[in-house]
């Protein structure tokens, strides 16, 4: 399988992480796991890594962190900026299940959207593997992206480029670069509670409902004070029937299987 974001990996941090929009995405995801995740040590897989911003943080708060992501080089930057306890390995959805066959995990957590990669067939799949990964009562936590962005469509409205408006409800190839782009395929809240059959649905939250998609950055570099502040906003209008609506949306389940 190819891994698309290898061409983008070495400026992925600089166009995404450490951009005001990318900053304030995170925090809020960072917020909803400071709330929910139990203050005890976890056991974390962690997919769709990227260059391991998430790892080095759930590490930081004294979680065990192994982080997989398809792309070698995405790899290659994580090991390089993170701490050398983290352990990094080049591994897609697919591999998870065998690589780790004898080994079990109390949390697996997939940042911004690695799951908008696969169609709903292969989804089905990996839940299973997922669930067959995880220790009984351990979770699923996902971001995915929104199918009715408000904020992207309003946008291309304004634009007067109505071919974009829906351009999340069919599958379509995103750009990455000048060079590459990546199959997009989104799923509704609702589609992805009946897809994830091994698991109970907990709880979903919209993230970037207020702070806007990644591609506002050039327009508000200038204005971190008012990301920052739409921020604090969204975190106290982040209702959970809004999540479709919002740039991505945290979806958080519990394995079937359970200590009974
Ligand atoms: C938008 S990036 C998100 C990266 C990171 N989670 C973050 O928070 O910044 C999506 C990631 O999904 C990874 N990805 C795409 N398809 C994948 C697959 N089949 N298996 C594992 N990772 C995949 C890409 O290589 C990329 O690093």
Redesign the pocket.
């Known amino acids: 399988?190819s891994?698309?974001?290898?061409a983008v990996?070495a400026d992925?941090d600089l166009h995404?992480?450490e951009t005001n929009i990318?900053k304030a995405q995170?925090a809020l995801v960072w917020n909803y796991l400071k709330k929910h995740l139990p203050s005890k040590k976890l056991r974390i897989l962690?997919?769709?890594?990227?260059?391991?911003?998430?790892a080095q943080w759930l590490h930081a708060l004294g979680h065990e962190v192994i982080a997989?992501?398809?792309?070698a080089e995405?790899i290659s930057v994580a090991k390089l900026k993170r701490s050398p306890e983290i352990s990094f390995e080049v591994?897609?959805?697919?591999?998870l299940k065998e690589k780790f066959q004898d080994q079990t995990f109390d949390l697996i957590f997939?940042?911004?959207?690695?799951?908008n990669?696969?169609s709903n067939q292969?989804l089905t799949a990996i839940q299973k593997d997922f669930s067959a990964l995880l220790k009984p009562n351990g979770k699923f936590i996902g971001?995915f992206l929104g199918e009715y962005c408000w904020q992207e469509r309003l946008y291309f409205r304004i634009k007067n480029q109505p071919e974009k408006v829906n351009r999340r409800l069919s599958e379509s190839a995103a750009n990455l670069d000048d060079r590459s782009t990546?199959l997009t395929n989104c799923f509704s809240p609702e589609a992805l509670k009946e897809l994830f059959t091994d698991f109970n649905f907990i709880r979903q939250q919209p993230i970037g409902l207020l702070v806007p998609p990644s591609y506002f950055e050039a327009q508000l570099k200038r204005w971190p004070r008012l990301v920052r502040l739409l921020q604090s906003l969204e975190s106290a209008v982040a209702i959970p029937k809004w999540a479709n609506h919002a740039d991505h949306f945290l979806m958080e389940f519990e394995v079937k299987k359970n200590c009974n």
């Open positions: 399988m891994a698309e974001f290898d990996a992925y995404f992480t990318g995170r962690e997919v769709n890594c990227g260059t391991g911003a998430d997989t992501d398809l792309s995405m591994a897609g959805f697919h591999d997939s940042n911004f959207a690695g799951l990669c696969v292969q971001l990546q």
